[in-house]
């Protein structure tokens, strides 16, 4: 199993690279993400790989980090995401966009990836949810931190941010905040108020 390449960028396509590695080119799918940050054509690179296969084919997957991959493996683990719509989805997010969207439950962010309907979006936030436990998130909190976000209190103070025209991700971000400051049992008001406070920065 191929497991990373280093070598010279050989070309680059709409969703693809080869890199020469000894005389050999290894044809890699990448996210656009990746493809944006390869250096260009003629120039060394190292990539993270991960290599499906398949009664009909081999295939490698290149990542720009060990995160990106990381991330790959675990949408790839969701019923109905297969390797490109797993591609799609980090063409859109960040591992740590991703992080964030399947703490916060926030289905509209997953599904901006091309191939991604609501459903698949619904089903990929809930299964992902437990095993992103740990994972940091943006702003140093940690996703088995945020409690507090889950209490009747702080939906509604989700609510409230979201009404107010914020992202359901940045309000669960700063109430998840909110809970590590104030407390799992602050009221409703105080999560709210530190929440615009948070969003105002």
């Known amino acids: 199993m191929i497991a990373r390449l280093s070598g010279i960028v050989g070309e680059l396509g709409e969703d693809f690279a080869v890199i020469d590695v000894g005389g050999v080119g290894y044809l890699i799918f990448c996210s656009s993400r990746t493809l944006s940050r390869m250096p260009a054509v003629g120039e060394a690179v190292q990539v993270a790989v991960e290599t499906h296969v398949r009664e009909d084919h081999i295939h490698l997957y290149g990542f720009v980090d060990a995160a990106e991959r990381a991330w790959f493996r675990l949408l790839t683990t969701v019923q109905g995401v297969g390797a490109r719509v797993g591609l799609a989805i980090l063409s859109v997010l960040t591992a740590d966009e991703l992080v ?3 703490a916060a439950q926030d289905k509209a962010a997953v599904a901006r990836a091309n191939g991604v309907g609501p459903k698949l979006a619904g ?3 809930t299964e992902l949810r437990d095993k992103v436990g740990g994972m940091a998130l943006g702003g140093g909190i940690d996703v088995s931190e945020t409690a507090s ?3 009747p209190d702080g ?3 989700i609510s409230a941010l979201v009404n107010l025209g914020y992202s359901r991700g940045d309000a669960f971000n700063a109430i998840a905040k909110a809970g590590k400051e104030l407390g799992q049992q602050a009221p409703l008001e105080s999560l709210i108020r530190f929440g615009l406070k948070e969003m105002s920065q």
Do not use: G, N
């Open 100 to 102: 964030q969207a399947v």
């Open 123 to 125: 089903r990929i936030v």
């Open 155 to 157: 939906e509604e103070a």
């Open 149 to 151: 976000s889950a209490t």
